[in-house]
């Protein structure tokens, strides 16, 4: 059984920033693995926000977050971070990371096989 947990969250002003973390146990579990983050607001559908190969080669973003938000990971810490810059209103979301059945980047829910409990993101006016 592979464990997720996400942290950084919280509130902060719009154009404020955040990093959020996730931590894979047992360790070396999820290093094969490619990782993803979504994302999901009150009343809507959870939604898929970046995703990152098991090696840091490619990465995806949705086009609601690109240029302001980055994924990365470092699979000697166990960790895949998103780093939220430029935060707008619409960005406050429970945030969830996730690990996915292969290696590569996918955008695919379904192809998520472990997830975290989420961690919530607050952006006021």
């Known amino acids: 059984q592979v464990y997720l947990r996400e942290s950084g969250g919280g509130l902060v002003q719009v154009g404020g920033s955040l990093t959020l973390s996730c931590v894979a146990s047992p360790p070396r579990t999820t290093n094969n693995n490619g990782m993803g983050w979504f994302r999901q607001a009150q009343g809507k559908e959870r939604e898929i926000v970046a995703s990152?190969?098991?090696?840091?080669?490619?990465?995806w973003y949705a086009d609601s977050v690109k240029g302001r938000f980055t994924i990365s990971r470092d699979n000697a810490k166990n960790t895949v971070y998103l780093q939220m810059n430029n935060l707008k209103p619409d960005d406050t979301a429970v945030y969830f990371c996730?690990?996915?059945?292969?290696?590569?980047?996918?955008?695919?829910?379904?192809?998520?096989?472990?997830w975290g409990q989420g961690t919530q993101v607050t952006v006021s006016l």
């Open positions: 990152i190969s098991w090696n840091s080669g490619s990465k």
């Open positions: 996730a690990a996915a059945l292969g290696p590569t980047v996918t955008t695919l829910t379904e192809r998520y096989r472990y």
